[in-house]
């Protein structure tokens, strides 16, 4: 727990700004219970703010270091970047519609879609084939 005596010059503090540390430029007492602290923000802006016993226990020491850490949760990074890469997936996959599906079109099919008809501008055809050749499913993976 931090207390009141713990704040010197040069000290940096967890708790006086909302998710920002701020480092000590001064301290002075009032009294046995309050301090007047002089700070720096990030930006380098001095405030005074009046520190009393009641705030000890929102207030913490940052130790020396640096500001961010390896320590975070490897699951949680792993699902971000997982779910980036599908968001992204269009870009590097021509053939995503195809790859994400349960389907396994055959390769005369993915030829007739993807080297045929969608680099014809503008997209106007007439997707016909013999009964069973797929032609529906080809449809709605043009659509995905």
């Known amino acids: 727990m931090t207390q009141l005596e713990d704040f010197t010059r040069g000290v940096t503090v967890k708790g006086i700004l909302p998710n920002h540390n701020v480092t000590v430029v001064d301290v002075k007492w009032h009294n046995?219970?309050?301090?007047?602290?002089?700070?720096?923000?990030?930006?380098?802006?001095?405030?005074i703010h009046l520190l009393?016993?009641?705030?000890?226990?929102?207030?913490?020491?940052?130790?020396?270091?640096?500001?961010?850490s390896f320590d975070g949760d490897g699951g949680l990074l792993r699902l971000v970047s997982e779910a980036?890469?599908?968001?992204?997936?269009?870009?590097?996959?021509?053939?995503?519609?195809?790859?994400?599906?349960?389907?396994?079109?055959?390769p005369h099919q993915i030829t007739a879609v993807y080297s045929e008809m969608l680099t014809r501008q503008p997209l106007r055809f007439l997707l016909a084939d013999d009964p069973g050749?797929?032609?529906?499913?080809?449809?709605?993976?043009?659509?995905?």
């Not at 009393?52 to 961010?68: C, F, N, Y």
């Not at 050749?133 to 995905?144: D, E, F, P, R």
């Open 32 to 47: 046995g219970d309050a301090v007047e602290l002089i700070y720096k923000d990030l930006n380098g802006q001095p405030h």
């Open 52 to 68: 009393l016993r009641d705030d000890e226990s929102t207030l913490e020491i940052v130790t020396a270091g640096q500001p961010w």
């Open 84 to 106: 980036y890469r599908i968001r992204l997936a269009h870009l590097f996959d021509p053939l995503l519609a195809v790859h994400t599906s349960l389907v396994e079109p055959l």
């Open 133 to 144: 050749a797929g032609k529906t499913i080809m449809a709605g993976l043009q659509q995905s």
